[in-house]
């Protein structure tokens, strides 16, 4: 439904399903493999077997090796399955929990966090950034662009702050920069988010903050120090003890760039048709020579409000259903803050068929929006959804195929879903940690 490409986002919102629940018997967890080979983990839900067929397909079709998907209907997990591998060279299937990179999918937390603190009047949207990060000095012999004195919370919301890192001839994103970054500042390497912030300081706005939309990951980490400053807590410590802890979602964790480094139950990560190690890169790491790219050939960390964050399907799930405007179950945000989270932002699409908020893509419609985000680096492709009548979704795997692999998956799981006419009543969201 929801791919990287807006054009088809929005074609696919319209294929929600709907139906009255009923319930029929729920089967064991089972690891069987497919006619294609693929295993698949987790509790069988009839209706889905259309689904599960197509996706062991499309997942050999794009070389990805391991996936999870679990879907949410009126609040409760109806449906959570792994397929494939979490580690292909010792055959480790992909169990419905693992915990993958969600990349960019971070953003969704960062926002609900800074919304806390607007609810409880400690930040407001239209607050100047530059108070906060006044501390960061910019690199020796650079000056300050004036204009930034103009950015707001708002603007690093909804990328509106002045960068762009796709601009002809000389766009670039920050932390693609780590070494250079440090070098600059005269600062340990890789750079940290403060790093970043600091060697940013000294470089030219690409245009007046407000003026346009130009997707940032550097305004989100300056986000994460927003929320430090107003909290008096490290960013991940607030996350988590104000929006993943609350919601029951406490195996998402900070992400590390080394593979020694990886969270228990973590799955390996892939390149498609190149596996975990090639090609080898120059190591973010000083002194460690050459690595896979997924494993220090970047710096995740430097990202952590950006897109460093690691979960599951089902606790992304778990802080979806409790920040997304609906009844049950009910949010750790009130109605307005919810509302100002996803009610406007720059259009994205012809005729303004969806726009940009806080933290989310968003398509309006008259009884009820869909909202996502999606997520994508080396080895990782991950997709959240809030749909319509009642239904959330996401999907993670380990390799960054294309989005036209999450566009057909979208259009699979929505033809399984469409040919239910009965929902399970079941909630498997207390059979997971």
Same mark, same amino acid.
């Given at each position: ?53 197509? &996706? ?38 992909? #169990? ?148 993943? #802890? ?101 259009? #994205? ?59 057909? &998956? ?24």
């Amino acid at each position: 439904m929801i791919g990287l490409s807006l054009a088809a986002a929005v074609a696919a919102c319209d294929r929600d399903p709907s139906g009255a629940p009923t319930a029929p018997p729920v089967t064991p967890p089972v690891t069987p493999p497919t006619q294609a080979g693929t295993p698949i983990t987790g509790v069988a839900v009839p209706g889905m077997a259309s689904f599960e067929q197509a &996706l062991p397909e499309l997942m050999k079709k794009y070389a990805v090796p391991g996936g999870a998907v679990a879907v949410v209907r009126d609040g409760r997990l109806i449906y959570a399955r792994g397929f494939g591998y979490a580690d292909v060279e010792s055959r480790a299937p992909v #169990q419905p929990d693992a915990l993958f990179r969600i990349a960019s999918v971070s953003k969704t937390l960062t926002s609900a966090a800074i919304m806390t603190l607007v609810e409880e009047g400690r930040l407001r949207l239209d607050d100047r950034v530059a108070p906060f990060i006044a501390h960061l000095a910019p690199a020796p012999g650079t000056t300050v662009d004036p204009r930034w004195e103009q950015i707001t919370v708002r603007h690093l919301l909804n990328h509106t702050g002045g960068w762009d890192r796709g601009k002809p001839n000389g766009g670039f994103d920050p932390i693609d920069r780590p070494g250079i970054a440090a070098a600059a500042v005269n600062a340990p390497a890789p750079a940290s988010s403060e790093t970043l912030i600091r060697y940013m300081k000294g470089l030219p706005l690409d245009f007046d903050p407000g003026a346009r939309f130009a997707y940032s990951n550097f305004g989100y980490i300056i986000l994460g120090r927003v929320i430090e400053r107003v909290s008096g807590m490290r960013y991940e410590e607030y996350v988590r003890a104000h929006v993943l #802890q609350p919601v029951g979602a406490n195996r998402t964790r900070q992400g590390k760039s080394r593979l020694r480094d990886a969270l228990a139950d973590e799955v390996k990560y892939y390149r498609p048709n190149l596996g975990v190690d090639a090609p080898l890169v120059p190591s973010v790491f000083p002194g460690e020579g050459l690595v896979p790219l997924n494993y220090g050939g970047y710096y995740i960390e430097a990202g952590d409000a950006s897109g460093a964050w690691v979960s599951s399907t089902v606790d992304l799930l778990r802080f979806l259903t409790r920040v997304d405007g609906r009844a049950s179950p009910p949010d750790i945000l009130g109605p307005q803050v919810v509302a100002e989270m996803t009610g406007s932002g720059p259009d #994205q699409c012809a005729g303004g068929a969806c726009y940009y908020a806080f933290g989310w893509w968003v398509r309006p419609a008259p009884s009820d929006a869909t909202w996502w985000h999606g997520g994508d680096m080396p080895g990782t492709k991950a997709m959240l959804v809030r749909s319509q009548n009642g239904f959330a979704w996401v999907a993670l795997f380990n390799t960054a195929a294309p989005g036209s692999f999450i566009t057909e &998956l979208d259009v699979a799981l929505w033809n399984a879903l469409g040919s239910i006419t009965s929902f399970p009543t079941h909630d498997l969201f207390s059979t997971f940690r």
